[in-house]
């Protein structure tokens, strides 16, 4: 089956084309996307990697992609560009959080760790559940625990609490495409319409709380 993969959720991206059969994922091909123009950049790197293997788009059975944590507007644009083109295939959508790519085929109980800036991080748990948190409480529930962590900050961070950590590369679509080839296989899909990013940090969320009761209120 061929596969593509997206991930627009950083500074720059990346796009992949896999051809997935059985526990096999072979990359195709892996084209950049340069920060700041992900809008202008994915259509046409789309259409110029399939066509560079003689391909077009309704060859694609399958399609993978970050939903986060990352940038407001990186995860609009490619999670968009995949609704609309899996919504004309009718094609399946995995979802692929960037913290489970950190910590894809490694032994042992592992804690995936990332700058989500205003000294706060985005922490995957061994349990695979996801949260923000403070420096502080980051560092409460590393306790213990190897972490790992593409961002040059967190792994400083950890360093200085004398925490076991190892700094690893960020993951590009390569990796989003193997993951979400093994959620496909599973049965872990999702329509366009329930297609969403993960990038809502607490402080929005209490921001947004706060609006609303002064909305029910009248103040």
Request: hydrophobic share 45%; charged share 20%.
């Amino acid at each position: 089956m061929l596969l593509l993969a997206i991930d627009t959720s950083g500074k720059d991206g990346s796009i992949a084309l896999a051809n997935c059969h059985a526990d096999d994922c072979k990359i195709l091909g892996l084209a950049p996307l340069d920060g700041g123009a992900f809008s202008a950049q994915l259509v046409p790197q789309i259409a110029a990697l399939l066509k560079e293997h003689a391909l077009t788009k309704n060859d694609i059975g399958a399609f993978a992609a970050t939903s986060g944590p990352g940038s407001f507007t990186g995860l609009r644009v490619g999670l968009a560009a995949i609704k609309a083109l899996a919504e004309v295939l009718a094609k399946p959508i995995a979802a692929v959080s960037l913290l489970e790519a950190i910590t894809a085929n490694v032994q042992g109980p592992v804690l995936a760790a990332m700058d989500a800036g205003r000294k706060e991080v985005y922490v995957r748990q061994p349990d695979g559940s996801e949260s923000l948190l403070t420096q502080e409480e980051f560092l409460g529930a590393a306790r213990d625990q190897l972490i790992r962590t593409p961002d040059k900050s967190i792994a400083d961070l950890a360093h200085a609490a004398n925490l076991k950590v190892e700094e690893v590369p960020r993951s590009r679509s390569d990796a989003i495409a193997r993951l979400g080839w093994k959620k496909i296989q599973s049965g872990q899909t999702i329509s366009p319409e329930a297609l969403d990013a993960n990038y809502i940090r607490r402080s929005d969320q209490i921001f947004a709380k706060s609006i609303y009761q002064k909305l029910e209120t009248g103040n």
